[in-house]
């Protein structure tokens, strides 16, 4: 029996249809060139209501540009009784093409004890036959009952383990344990700095590296670097070390990795500094904004090896 | 990186080169300052280039290493595409840019180039191995690599490679003739042959739509296809290159190299792997299959064309014979097209038509795979027009990168009315992220050692061959030039060239 705030995907989806009859139909295709419905995937991410909607939108709208998908966004508040939907769309002209992309936005407004329901609203919302991605930026749902309901939607399950509220590793572990597909940006943040020791360790086997982060307690991306190297070169000794000086930058986060006495790398403002013999080179690594990380790890669907591998170790 | 490295990451981490020394004849030229040196900068940005690595550029212009840092600065600033540009990073890629002056037919140019080696190599660690990069007049590349191999440094304490620019010849006897100097100092599988256009993200696409995906290969052949029609046509005339282009022509220029390993790329047979000889075995196959002109069949299947005076984006141009620089009575072919058949079982029958030209009514390049009509008209009537319109696949190279697929659809209501419709795949749409350019795919690929978009010997050899009689016979003609307006799309003896097999040009 429906209740008064009952959602019916089936109406979801019948939204869905008009609004593009409608898009389809503005303008003159001759002289606008048309619009583009463009689907890769189902993305469902879960928000708190207090996140800022607009950083939200827009974070989420320039995804589509790389990941043309259809959204599902849940924003979860506490209190009484909730949970509404309606639809929209994210449009997009390319540069230098007469034709708009768009792709399809479904919003859902819930209170935390309708989770069940969102599970079965969602479900049949997303598209068939493409991969479901869950971002959970929610630190609510981490703490909610119907939790596995809502990550058996999923394909892939995101989180950013440096994020306030955020899963710890141990409930990655845990979602790893249960055989899902599973992302963490903290450690998507490390790809840059990785590929460049990956380089520069080619061929060696050092004996001591030494991973410095500011601060006095390693944050996620700290470890994550450690566990990484330790698990590719276990013959090496990696450790971690606090560097007082660097202090006052990004708490936790890796600035110096010392190779023996043979390779300093110093991670700076949009790159890193690094001496391989007598030059002192310079690679450039912009800062990877939460889009650019979400953009490689939406394009990652299948385990991902050496992840698992380094965050076994942290949990071991 | 290794593919072996423990600390290899396949999911997330690009290719990177290994460490080596790039030599760039003709470092002064257009080509280096517009797309070799944003390439090589581009690669170093994602951190794909080994610390150890070095540029030195040659010409005979005299320059010093810091004034040719400071042109290349300019030229990587002013052409790089999609990116940034990074002044640290400059700063630190430029420690690795070096310059000599001098002369490709002196020996002692190739003495200093080996000195300087062995100086970058010291400083730099880059292992020995050395890419040399034939950027000058193609007249130049076996005096090059004759001057190279004289001095010993084809052969050295790491990898050896040369990469030359096409065109590879202007001719079969002159291409069979470049190949022997090259390779009587460089082994073929030290030689990289380049078509930029076989570096296009698009064109390599085409490999991934018929062999990844099973439903289409099952059609792929003269059973199901009727005809093929490649075209690359450019709005732009000549601009300011009038002087070399009536060297070269519309067939040498295009056709004789970028459409015919277009068209090897959508005939060939699947290989059985995806390693570099195996592709191109199948490429060289394919264009060994293609039939070879009589000299009594060119007339009904070529076409030459040149531009007269005309309307284009609004403006007036002029024609090809009033261009700068060239010859009044040029009879320089700016269009040409031409109608290839593939003696082989999967081909046999099914035209290939390829058509180029300049100051054509827009820039398209495409592949149009026209599918045979259904066999029987079921519905037959007058409300019905979209029925006889046969399937059609368009493979787009540029603009609007991506694939359509058109077919025939009832339309809404009662009555059984049909109107042609596409789907439509657009690579921009599904992959928002920034495309590398040719240069960059295919520079990474020689340092690497990937010879997979390279051309080979015999691929050169058999699209010359393919041409050459179609080189001949026009040269012997007296054209009635110009024969097409600038702004039209070529001559109607291009159209009658269709007609006579029952087919029409796609308008793009």
């Not at chain 2, 084809?154 to 001719?171: L, M, N, Q, S, Y």
Request: net charge negative; aromatic share 8%; with cysteine.
């Amino acid at each position: 029996m429906p209740t008064a705030t009952a959602i019916r995907p089936d109406d979801i989806l019948k939204q869905l249809s008009a609004y593009w009859t409608d898009l389809g139909h503005a303008g003159d295709p001759e002289e606008t060139g048309g619009l583009l419905r463009a689907c890769s995937k189902t993305l469902i991410c879960f928000a708190d209501e207090e996140e800022n909607s607009q950083q939200l939108s827009e974070t989420l709208a320039s995804l589509m540009r790389e990941h043309p998908c259809r959204m599902i966004v849940v924003r979860l508040q506490d209190g009484e009784d909730a949970l509404a939907a309606n639809v929209s769309s994210q449009c997009w002209m390319p540069f230098g093409h007469r034709r708009q992309i768009c792709c399809e936005l479904v919003e859902v407004t819930a209170s935390i004890n309708r989770l069940a329901d969102v599970a079965s609203i969602v479900a049949p919302l997303a598209a068939a036959d493409l991969p479901r991605v869950i971002l959970l930026r929610s630190a609510r749902i981490v703490r909610a009952g119907a939790l596995r309901k809502i990550l058996a939607l999923g394909d892939k399950i995101i989180v950013d383990s440096s994020r306030q509220g955020a899963p710890g590793f141990g409930e990655i572990g845990g979602l790893l344990d249960a055989g899902h597909t599973t992302g963490d940006l903290a450690w998507t943040r490390l790809t840059p700095i990785r590929a460049l020791l990956a380089q520069l360790l080619e061929n060696r086997n050092p004996a001591a590296i030494v991973i410095e982060y500011a601060g006095k307690e390693a944050g996620p991306e700290a470890r994550y670097l450690q566990a990484w190297l330790q698990t590719s070169l276990p013959d090496s000794q990696v450790s971690l070390r606090g560097n007082a000086t660097d202090g006052h930058r990004d708490h936790g986060k890796p600035v110096v990795v010392r190779v023996d006495k043979d390779i300093l790398v110093r991670l700076c403002e949009g790159g890193a500094e690094y001496e391989a013999g007598p030059i002192v080179h310079r690679a450039s690594m912009p800062p990877g904004t939460e889009e650019q990380l979400l953009n490689e790890e939406l394009g990652i669907v299948v385990h991902d090896r050496v992840f698992e591998r380094a965050l076994n170790h942290i949990t071991a | 990186m290794s593919v072996n490295s423990p600390l290899q990451d396949p999911l997330r981490f690009h290719r990177k080169t290994p460490p080596c020394a790039v030599v760039i004849f003709g470092a002064n030229g257009d080509l280096t300052k517009r797309k070799l040196m944003p390439a090589l900068y581009r690669l170093a940005y994602e951190g794909r280039l080994a610390p150890g690595f070095a540029v030195i550029g040659i010409s005979r212009t005299p320059m010093s290493d810091d004034d040719f840092r400071a042109r290349m600065h300019d030229s990587v600033s002013r052409f790089l595409e999609d990116s940034p540009f990074d002044e640290d990073l400059w700063r630190s890629f430029a420690q690795g840019l070096f310059y000599l002056t001098g002369d490709v037919g002196d020996a002692a140019l190739y003495k200093k180039i080996g000195e300087s080696l062995g100086g970058v190599d010291e400083e730099h660690a880059t292992a020995g191995n050395v890419l040399f990069y034939l950027s000058t007049q193609p007249s130049q590349y076996g005096e090059i690599a004759e001057g190279l191999g004289a001095a010993g440094l084809a052969k050295g304490a790491g990898w050896r490679r040369i990469i030359v620019e096409k065109p590879f010849g202007h001719d079969l006897p002159s291409a069979r003739d470049l190949n022997t100097r090259i390779q009587a100092h460089f082994a073929e599988e030290q030689i990289y042959r380049i078509d930029h256009y076989l570096g296009k993200e698009t064109v390599q696409n085409i490999m991934a739509f018929r062999f990844g995906n099973g439903i289409f290969e099952p059609l792929w052949n003269r059973r199901y296809i009727d005809h093929v029609q490649i075209t690359a046509a450019e709005s732009i005339g000549v601009e300011g290159r009038g002087a070399y282009y009536q060297e070269a022509g519309a067939l040498r220029d295009m056709i004789q190299n970028h459409l015919l390993q277009v068209m090897a790329t959508i005939a060939m047979e699947p290989s059985a792997t995806f390693s570099s000889d195996a592709v191109r075995d199948e490429r060289a196959k394919l264009l060994r299959s293609v039939r070879i002109l009589k000299p009594e069949e060119v007339a009904d299947n070529a076409v030459a064309g040149q531009y007269g005076p005309g309307r284009v984006a609004g403006g007036a141009v002029v024609g090809f014979r009033q261009e700068p620089g060239v010859n009044p009575e040029s009879t320089t072919d700016t269009y040409a097209a031409a109608t290839f058949l593939v003696d082989n079982w999967r081909w046999a029958g099914v035209p290939f038509y390829i058509r180029t030209g300049k100051y054509l009514p827009k820039r398209v390049s495409e592949i149009a795979i026209h599918f045979k009509s259904a066999p029987l008209s079921v519905f037959r009537s007058s409300e019905t027009p979209g029925e006889s319109l046969p399937n059609l696949l368009i493979l787009r190279i540029q603009p609007e990168e991506g694939i359509s697929l058109k077919f025939v659809s009832k339309r809404p209501g009662a009555g059984m009315t049909l109107r042609p419709v596409s789907m439509d795949f657009n690579y921009g749409a599904s992959f928002g992220e920034r495309s590398p350019s040719a240069y960059e795919t295919l520079l990474l690929d020689a340092i690497i050692g990937d010879a997979t978009l390279y051309t080979r010997q015999d691929m050169v050899e058999a699209s010359w061959s393919a041409v050459q009689p179609i080189m001949d016979y026009w040269a012997a003609q007296k054209f009635s030039f110009p024969n097409y307006a600038a702004g039209t799309w070529g001559p109607t003896a291009s159209d009658a060239m269709l007609a006579r097999r029952g087919h029409v040009w796609r308008t793009p």
